[in-house]
């Protein structure tokens, strides 16, 4: 059974940073074929993505974090993680990974989900 587990949560005043961890378990050898992603769902809004990695490495962003946030995976250690510098009072939000075989900016094309991590920036 595939498992994603987020950590690295916590709050934060205005211009600091945090990083993001998720551990993925149950994937085995294939971990490293998925498209990871990160997605966040804000107070009262909808889930958005935010950042995704694909199997060869090369990432995208959503314009609003671009400069500020990097994503990264170690597939040896079967680990996504989300650098978030910069950090301003409107990425407060829950931050969840997710994995999918085809990489898509649509967030019901992904099939598996973390339990989510709490960020809260301050101003």
């Known amino acids: 059974q595939v498992q994603l587990v987020e950590s690295g949560g916590g709050s934060v005043q205005a211009g600091g940073s945090l990083r993001l961890t998720c551990t993925a378990s149950?994937?085995?050898?294939?971990?490293?074929?998925?498209?990871m992603g990160w997605f966040r769902q804000p107070p009262g809004k909808e889930r958005e993505a935010v950042a995704r990695?694909?199997?060869?490495?090369?990432?995208s962003y959503t314009a609003s974090v671009k400069g500020r946030f990097t994503v990264s995976r170690d597939n040896a250690k079967s680990s996504l993680y989300l650098q978030m510098n910069s950090l301003k009072p409107e990425d407060t939000a829950v931050y969840y990974c997710?994995?999918?075989?085809?990489?898509?900016?649509?967030?019901?094309?992904?099939?598996?989900w973390g339990q989510g991590a709490q960020v809260f920036v301050s101003s």
């Open positions: 149950g994937y085995g050898y294939t971990y490293n074929s998925y498209c």
């Open positions: 997710a994995s999918t075989f085809f990489c898509s900016s649509e967030v019901a094309d992904w099939g598996v």
């Open positions: 990695i694909e199997s060869d490495g090369s990432t």
